[in-house]
Each structure stands twice: as C-alpha cells, then as structure tokens.
C-alpha cells in the first residue's frame, strides 16, 4: 500500500521552538512529490494526545498516515492518544524535530528530516515495534513511553535542563542533545543516593545507595547516551538500570565507563531485563518519561511491553 495523504500532527514548541524549520522542509518536499496532506498543530502543552485521539475517533481517508512531527515528548502524547481511540492500530510514522530525538536514534529511523521522510514514503506495510506500558500507583497513572522511564540523576538532569536558558540556545544551534549534558552537569553534586526495589520474575532486589534507576526500551536516553546497549525494542523485553553511588571519584568513574560502553560490567550497576518489572521508591524523587518530567513521587511502577504499529522502512 503506497502512502497517498497524511495527517500531520505537528509540535510547534519542540526543538526549543526550531520544529518549524522542519515543518517548512517536509511541506516542500510534499508538495514537489504531490503528495496530500493536512497539519494538525498542538496549541499546548498536552494538545497532542487529544489530536490523535480525534484522528483515531473519526476516522481519515483511506491509506492516510499519522506523521508526527516533533520530539520524543509529542510522539509519546500521540502514541498515547492514538491508543485511547477506536482506531489503536492506526500506524504511526514519525520525523524527529525534538531536541534529544532518541526515539529515532534507538530505532534506527535517521535524524535528518528529509532522510526520515524518504524512510516514511519507503514503507509499503505498518512495521512493529516494542514500546513500554507503566502504571504508577502513588498517582494513579498510566500510559506508554517510546524511550524511558528514570528515576534520580537522569530524571533531575531532564529538570534542570528543561529550565535552562542554554537548551534554546543549543537547540537554534543545532546542539539540542547538549542541553541534557549541561542539566547533568548542574544536578549532579546536588542528588543524593536512595533506596530502590526492583521486583522480578517473583524475585525482589533492593538496592540500598541508587542514584539512577531506569527502565527502557531501547540503548538511549539524555540525547544520544547509550545507557543500556543491549536493550533492543524488537525482543519484547525491557531493559532496567540501577546505577549505584558509592562516592564521587567511583561514580565518575563509572561515567567513564558510560561514555566507553563498558558501564554494564561492573558490581556497582544492576541490570535487570525481562517483560514485567516493578520498581519502587520511598523518598521523593524526580522522574522522567520520555524526557518529560513526571514529578516528584515515591514511586511504585508496573512495567511491561506492548506492541506498536509504525509507518517507516528500516533497514
Ligand atoms: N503549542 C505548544 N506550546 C508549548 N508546549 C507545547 C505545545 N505543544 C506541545 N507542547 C509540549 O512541548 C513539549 C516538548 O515536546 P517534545 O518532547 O516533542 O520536544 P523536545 O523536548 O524538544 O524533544 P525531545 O524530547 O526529543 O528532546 C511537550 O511536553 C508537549 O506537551
């Protein structure tokens, strides 16, 4: 089946504002191919999910795809919305315009909008795909996430760089992912190690001096580090990190290692993999989902997998 219209959804604010330089590209290269298509622009913050829940609810014209147009953030809120309408199994395809875009770094779909787009219009049949599911119960949530869920360092690094003035200035400077690196830099005398509880296959595991903890889909989160390189969204597992913290000199150590990818091997970091995990909390702790912030909670996580339709070739 060859793509004949798309409906858009398109994220105005991702990128730290720079999604539209994007948006003006693929509408060019579109039009060039006479290829149809409407743009639904997220007016706010959250907007996405309801616009993909109303293209799921009522309907779109035959052989229409679902683009998303944004970073990790609006394909999760679409993702989600898509999921909460009649139509679940529309297929997504997807260009990234986000700031840490690790989405597609993890899945392999390529970064550059036009080489994206070439990808989308390559496919002929919807591809699947991993994703996470969580429910939280401290809060009562529940949803998906494409990339990861953290808890402690990764998730107050989001924080501060989400407030930081420098994520707009990398962002026009092509240099999104740094963004995260200068969060990281800024949290990091200020976390302290926590208590966690990771539950698996019937097993529990505490883990007294945590200070990141982080459930994903596939190798990345923070812009393109590789936290987990074994971690693959085809194998219908997800991967969870514990890092340690004994003291400074030994966790940037293990930053090194990080930044070798020989992190995994080591006393000190716990890697669990399997297709339900639970993870707990006592002490208020940042999270993030996808880069977004999710608060700060004790947590009491439930994760397992579910299936996802996407629209893009890979190779
Ligand atoms: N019109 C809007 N104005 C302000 N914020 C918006 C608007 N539409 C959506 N948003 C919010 O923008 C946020 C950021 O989106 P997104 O994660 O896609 O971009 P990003 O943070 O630059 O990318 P990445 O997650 O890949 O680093 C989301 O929380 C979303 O709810």
Redo the contacts with the bound molecule.
């Keep these: 089946m060859a793509t004949e219209y798309f409906d858009i959804i398109f ?6 504002g720079t999604a539209g330089k994007v948006l003006k590209l693929l509408k060019a290269e579109l039009k060039r191919r006479h290829l149809d298509y409407t743009v639904r ?8 999910i309801q616009l993909a829940r109303q293209i799921g609810n009522f309907g779109t014209k035959p052989n229409a795809v679902i683009l998303v147009v ?6 999760n ?1 679409a993702i989600t919305g898509l999921r909460a309408s009649a139509h679940p199994e529309l297929p997504v395809a997807y260009i ?1 315009a ?5 989405f597609a770094r993890g899945i392999g779909l390529s970064q550059d909008p036009l080489k994206a787009l070439q990808q989308v219009l390559d496919a002929t049949e919807p591809i699947v795909r991993d994703i996470g599911r969580y429910r939280e119960a401290t809060r009562n949530e529940a949803g998906y996430f494409v990339n990861n869920i953290g808890i402690g360092f990764d998730a107050a690094a989001v924080a501060a760089a989400n407030r930081s003035s420098m994520k707009t200035i990398l ?1 026009r400077l092509h240099l ?1 992912s740094l963004a995260y690196m200068f969060g990281v830099v800024k949290v990091f005398w200020s976390r302290k190690p926590f208590p966690v509880a990771v539950y698996m296959d019937g097993k529990r595991h505490y883990i007294q001096r945590a200070f990141l903890c982080t459930t994903t889909n596939h190798p990345y989160f923070g ?1 393109g580090v590789r936290i987990l390189p074994t971690a693959t969204p085809t194998d219908g597992l997800l991967d969870l990190i514990v890092v340690e913290h004994l003291n400074t000199p030994y966790f940037l150590f293990l930053l090194l290692q990080l930044i070798r990818g020989q992190h995994l091997k080591y006393k000190r970091v716990h890697h669990f993999r399997s297709a339900h995990l639970r993870v707990e909390t006592n002490s208020l702790e940042f999270g993030q989902m ?3 912030e999710m608060g700060s909670r004790a947590y009491e996580l439930d994760f397992s997998v579910a299936k996802q339709n996407f629209w893009f070739k890979l190779k």
């Design positions: 994220n105005p604010a991702a990128g730290a622009i997220s007016r706010y913050a959250g907007h996405t944004g970073g990790d953030g609006t394909l809120q990234p986000g700031s840490g875009n690790d962002n999104g812009g996808d880069g977004e």
